[in-house]
């Protein structure tokens, strides 16, 4: 029979039945996972995890095979629920997301969740949309959420990364995707983050741009700062006047020579190297009689320049700044 000639009242109740179906074949496929599991066949059959055996035999991938082997384990647990796999009411990945929450706050507490807290649990969450069952495993579990970022590189050269958004920067980041819809169709989360990412660099970073000195005579010698060479001009060091702040054109010259890398290096020879907190750094104080030229500059992040300034000034009179904010301007201009 095809399914062409079938009219849409037949169609659709034909596929009511089918999905019912799906979902007692679901619910067995747990209930025999469950025992295979609990008799630990899959030693006998070479190998050390039911998750292995399902991979390896039945061609599940990782993903889903530690889907059903999670859902199953809970399923041992709190058997009711076994019908209302079959209804509907819960879905294998539903289960698997739980089982896996409440591992993880069985390790964190060391202890033994009870099956009929899981139970109870249970109830609570039934019937909820994937995400409000997220919020609802969050609001349980404070350490359901990762607690770091994760990278995971992949063969092909992309690289997935788990990370954790509060509501608040979620609604941000959907709005922004929602925006760059105009732009591409179909713009995900990772096009808009790399979006904002474009826009943050293009005003924000030194290294992607050259800041022309306002003094038109120096023109020619700005066109050949842009080789980066490293030696800066003549005509670029700054004004003999130590009060004077370093010009944006000689600040965007020295970010740009050094890379953006914090230039502190050990008697051993090791760089530093960071990007972050980045500041500018007078090698000699100006207090001390330190000039604007670049020769006296370098990059520095906000760390080593807290440490080269109390080796100059002194622990106790830059305490003060350990709390300030970070910012572009070095402590010791
Ligand atoms: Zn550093």
Redesign the pocket.
Same mark, same amino acid.
């Not at 520095?300 to 320049?305: E, K, V």
């Given at each position: 029979m095809s399914l062409q000639n079938l009219n849409n009242h037949d169609l659709l109740s034909g596929f009511k039945t089918l999905v019912q179906r799906e979902r007692r074949v679901s619910r067995e496929v747990l209930e025999y996972i469950a025992e295979i599991e609990s008799r630990r066949i899959f030693l006998n059959e070479g190998y050390t995890s039911t998750h292995d055996w399902l991979v390896a035999v039945h061609n599940y991938s990782h993903g889903a095979a530690g889907r059903r082997v999670s859902a199953a384990r809970m399923l041992c647990a709190v058997p009711e629920i076994s019908e209302k796999i079959e209804t509907g009411e819960f879905c294998m990945s539903s289960l698997s997301r739980i089982q896996s929450a409440i591992r993880i706050e069985e390790k964190r507490s060391g202890e033994v969740m009870s099956a009929e807290k899981k139970s109870e649990m249970l109830d609570e969450i039934e019937l909820k949309p994937k995400a409000e069952i997220e919020r609802s495993l969050a609001e349980l579990f404070s350490s359901t959420a990762p607690a770091r970022e994760m990278r995971q590189p992949k063969a092909d050269g992309f690289t997935r990364m788990h990370v954790t958004f509060s509501e608040e920067q979620m609604q941000k980041i959907e709005r922004a995707a929602e925006l760059l819809s105009h732009k591409t169709e179909s713009a995900s989360i990772a096009d808009a983050l790399v979006a904002m990412a474009e826009i943050v660099i293009a005003s924000n970073d030194p290294l992607e741009k050259i800041v022309k000195p306002r003094n038109k005579n120096n023109d020619a010698q700005v066109d050949r700062c842009g080789v980066l060479t490293g030696d800066a001009p003549a005509t670029w060091l700054a004004t003999p006047n130590k009060t004077a702040a370093i010009k944006p054109s000689t600040r965007n010259f020295v970010f740009r020579r050094d890379d953006g890398r $914090?230039?502190?290096e050990t008697a051993d020879g090791v760089v530093?190297?960071?990007r972050k907190f980045t500041q500018i750094d007078h090698m000699l104080p100006r207090a001390l009689g330190g000039s604007n030229d670049v020769e006296n500059l370098r990059v520095? $992040?906000?760390?080593?320049?807290l440490l080269m300034a109390e080796q100059v000034f002194g622990a106790a009179k830059m305490a003060s700044y350990r709390k300030a904010p970070a910012s572009n301007q070095s402590l010791r201009e």
């Open positions: $914090c230039q502190f530093c190297g960071s520095l $992040c906000r760390s080593h320049n």
